[in-house]
């Protein structure tokens, strides 16, 4: 069945930088793309942004756009996000996740998340 | 990009209904049919429940429906239950080719 499968939970010092992987399976990678979002604890979601996994385009929000790189390889059929100068309010947990799966322009497929925690 | 205008919370008893609200702009929720809802239960991921304004994915239950009306789309839940107790925040495309979500609504049933 389609999935992502996220790596595990990372802990980071304020200014660093943490890369976040995504592995798909069950499905043809290069045909959707893959967003991300994050939520801070008790907070909302927040689009990070995406990447058209079939050339590798990106398209950020403008408040992580200075510190958020995504990428994919498809030969591991991986997507990753990458977020530099970390500081407190980044504590969160991360998602990928595929638009349009079956879904019109929904995010209908999600990975489990993965907590990354920025502490001095 | 500030996130679309959702109530922090909404309750109601077993069996009626509710309706949460999402108020955007015309760059975003007004501009396109592109509106998405999900629930979302302590600790899991989120889980879509209306796509493209007011269509519901296959295993959702009819008790969810989504409509759209100007800038402010709507989540309607009949017939609560108390597994409809959740946090729930909708989604929209928006003219920057980006998207944004919700301010996120605690549903509550008493």
């Known amino acids: 069945q389609v999935q992502l499968v996220q790596s595990g939970a990372e802990v980071r010092k304020p200014g660093a930088s943490v890369k976040v992987s995504c592995k798909a399976s069950g499905y043809t990678f290069t045909n959707y793309p893959m967003h991300w979002v994050r939520q801070a604890p008790g907070q909302r979601l927040e689009w990070m942004g995406w990447i058209n996994v079939g050339n590798g385009k990106t398209k950020y929000s403008q408040n992580f756009q200075a510190r958020v790189t995504i990428t994919r390889d498809t030969s591991a059929d991986t997507a990753y996000m990458e977020l530099s100068s970390l500081r407190s309010e980044d504590t969160a947990v991360y998602y990928c996740a595929i638009r ?10 999600w990975g489990q998340g993965t907590l990354v925690t920025v502490s001095s | ?26 760059s975003d929720v007004g501009g396109y ?21 007011s269509n519901r994915p296959s295993g959702v239950s009819n008790r969810f429906s989504g409509s759209k009306s100007g800038n402010t789309a709507s989540l309607t839940i009949s017939g609560l239950q108390a597994e409809d107790e959740a ?15 919700g301010t996120g609504t605690k549903v509550t049933v008493l």
């Open chain 1, 100 to 109: 349009g799966y079956t879904y019109g322009h929904a995010f209908d497929i």
């Open chain 2, 1 to 26: 990009q500030s996130a679309l205008t959702q109530p922090a919370s909404v309750s109601g008893s077993p069996g009626q209904s509710i309706t949460i609200s999402c108020t955007g702009t015309s």
């Open chain 2, 33 to 53: 049919n592109y509106v998405s809802w999900y629930q979302q239960h302590p600790d899991k991921a989120p889980k879509l429940m209306i796509y493209d304004v």
């Open chain 2, 87 to 101: 946090d729930y925040y909708c989604s929209s495309y928006t003219s920057s080719t980006t998207y944004v979500f």
